[in-house]
């Protein structure tokens, strides 16, 4: 779905593409759009700047699991220049590979991106999340592919990334994130041992966070099991 290019103000947009959150938060409300169903994308969505804000049944603000996300992306979908404001329900959905470029999450819903499909490969390359009180990605993919995060700036958040404790269907799940800015956070990456979970970390300005959470998973839906924290070599390597 192609939409017309918006003429919005020089900084704003540079802003946006830098992924500045105080920046961004200032974006005048003609650039606002007010979302009430999941915008199915395929091919490339380039926002231009815009901020799109849930509303009616995207408009709760809650935390509940199962909601619909702002943006649907299709398998090969490319999502880019796009501010999410708030409420922001589930986010972003990708039913397999996507990118997501200079997408900037003011306050982040459940979570900011949710990653599904087999052989799924998901680039994050720029922008930007605050105000996460659990994940911002969270990773449900099944067997092979990777995700990628970099020059990304990550604040007020739980878990940057998790690869999913108890889903119905298990794997093992790589991430490799890069040249990152987080602060006040709780952990980098929830990865589960016992899967083979990898997370690699390179390059990153994240002070005194924890840079992995180890755990063991499972598939009946209950509680994951911490079991350790730090990089062990194997499940979370930091260089």
Same mark, same amino acid.
Request: charged share 15%.
């Given at each position: 779905?192609?939409?017309?290019?918006?003429?919005?103000? %020089? &900084?704003?947009?540079?802003?946006?593409? +830098?992924?500045?959150?105080?920046?961004? !938060? #200032? @974006?005048?409300? =003609?650039? $606002?759009?007010?979302?009430?169903?999941?915008?199915?994308?395929?091919?490339?969505?380039?926002?231009?700047?815009?901020?799109?804000?849930?509303?009616?049944?995207?408009?709760?603000?809650?935390?509940?699991?199962?909601?619909?996300?702002?943006?649907?992306?299709?398998?090969?979908?490319?999502?880019?220049?796009?501010?999410?404001?708030?409420?922001?329900?589930?986010?972003?959905?990708?039913?397999?590979?996507?990118?997501?470029?200079?997408?900037?999450?003011?306050?982040?819903?459940?979570? %900011? &991106?949710?990653?599904?499909?087999?052989? +799924?490969?998901?680039?994050?390359?720029? !922008? #930007? @999340?605050?105000? =996460?009180? $659990?994940?911002?990605?969270?990773?449900?993919?099944?067997?092979?592919?990777?995700?990628?995060?970099?020059?990304?700036?990550?604040?007020?958040?739980?878990?940057?990334?998790?690869?999913?404790?108890?889903?119905?269907?298990?794997?093992?799940?790589?991430?490799?994130?890069?040249?990152?800015?987080?602060?006040?956070?709780?952990?980098?990456?929830?990865?589960?041992?016992?899967?083979?979970?990898?997370?690699?970390?390179?390059?990153?300005?994240?002070?005194?966070?924890?840079?992995?959470?180890?755990?063991?998973?499972?598939?009946?839906? +209950?509680?994951?099991?911490?079991?350790?924290?730090?990089?062990?070599?194997?499940?979370?390597?930091?260089?």
């Amino acid at each position: 779905m192609k939409r017309p290019r918006v003429l919005i103000g %020089a &900084a704003v947009l540079a802003a946006a593409l +830098a992924g500045s959150i105080a920046t961004v !938060g #200032s @974006a005048s409300a =003609a650039t $606002d759009v007010k979302v009430t169903a999941s915008i199915k994308v395929t091919g490339t969505f380039d926002g231009g700047g815009k901020r799109y804000i849930g509303s009616g049944a995207l408009g709760s603000g809650g935390q509940d699991e199962g909601q619909d996300p702002i943006f649907d992306l299709a398998a090969g979908a490319t999502l880019k220049n796009v501010i999410l404001g708030a409420p922001s329900a589930d986010g972003v959905h990708c039913a397999g590979s996507c990118n997501l470029a200079n997408v900037v999450w003011q306050d982040v819903g459940e979570d %900011a &991106a949710t990653f599904r499909g087999t052989n +799924a490969t998901v680039v994050i390359d720029g !922008g #930007s @999340a605050a105000s =996460a009180s $659990d994940k911002v990605f969270q990773d449900n993919r099944g067997a092979g592919g990777s995700v990628t995060i970099k020059n990304f700036k990550v604040s007020n958040f739980g878990k940057l990334y998790r690869s999913c404790g108890n889903c119905s269907t298990q794997a093992a799940r790589k991430v490799t994130i890069q040249n990152i800015t987080a602060t006040s956070g709780k952990v980098i990456a929830g990865v589960n041992t016992n899967y083979g979970d990898v997370a690699t970390l390179k390059g990153n300005n994240i002070g005194s966070i924890p840079p992995c959470w180890l755990y063991t998973g499972n598939n009946t839906g +209950a509680e994951p099991t911490k079991t350790g924290s730090g990089p062990n070599g194997r499940n979370c390597i930091v260089s």
